[in-house]
């Protein structure tokens, strides 16, 4: 691809661009019945695979069941109630269930001793 190419499809792109419509805006579409919605991009807290490593371990919840955490590289994975659930990281202290929408928040991430786990219904 020549410069002079790049250099118009990088001006092309930037006055398109400008033309759209601000993150986290809600625009109407040409359809009566639909809205458009832009949202920014949402950004989850990654964990290291140290981090992960640190997560791993056996918890007693509350009620008396036991949540096992497990990690294969920089993923957690949650089994409790005979399921194995990957977690992903919400933000803080928190992770979720991909599967389940299960919510886990710890005490501190990592080296957590505590564990509190809401099940989604």
């Given at each position: ?105 710890f ?8 564990v ?6």
């Open positions: 691809m020549r410069i002079s190419h790049v250099l118009a499809f990088a001006a092309a792109t930037l006055s398109v661009s400008a033309f759209a419509a601000p993150s986290g805006s809600i625009e109407p579409s040409s359809h009566a019945n639909t809205v458009r919605v832009n949202a920014a991009s949402h950004s989850l807290s990654k964990l290291t695979q140290d981090d992960a490593r640190h997560m791993v371990g056996t918890f007693q919840l509350d009620d008396g069941r036991l949540l096992v955490l497990t990690s294969k590289r920089s993923t957690l994975f949650a089994e409790f109630d005979g399921k194995r659930e990957e977690l992903v990281p919400a933000g803080g202290n928190s992770f979720v269930s991909r599967d389940t929408g299960a919510r886990l928040t005490d501190q991430v990592p080296f957590g001793a505590e509190t786990l809401d099940q989604a219904k």
